[in-house]
């Protein structure tokens, strides 16, 4: 029995492992997502704007092409 019982331990706790590990990345993803969004083309295109310059869709599409270049 004691082999049976230190199987069950090992099972139970890799699976309480799993769970908690999923749910302690996802908690830390969604803040680093909330402190680092995404830059998307309204991003980009206000950028510009504050920069004073009125954006053409080739240039914001060349902006974000150079930075997927490099992820």
Partial sequence: MPLGLGIGLAIGALLIGGVL???IARRWFKKYLEKNP???ERMIREMMR???RTPS???VRQ???SMN???
């Fill in 21 to 23: 590990g999923f749910f």
């Fill in 38 to 40: 995404p830059v998307n």
């Fill in 50 to 52: 504050q920069m004073g």
């Fill in 57 to 59: 869709e080739k240039q």
């Fill in 63 to 65: 902006i974000l092409s």
């Fill in 69 to 71: 270049q490099y992820k």
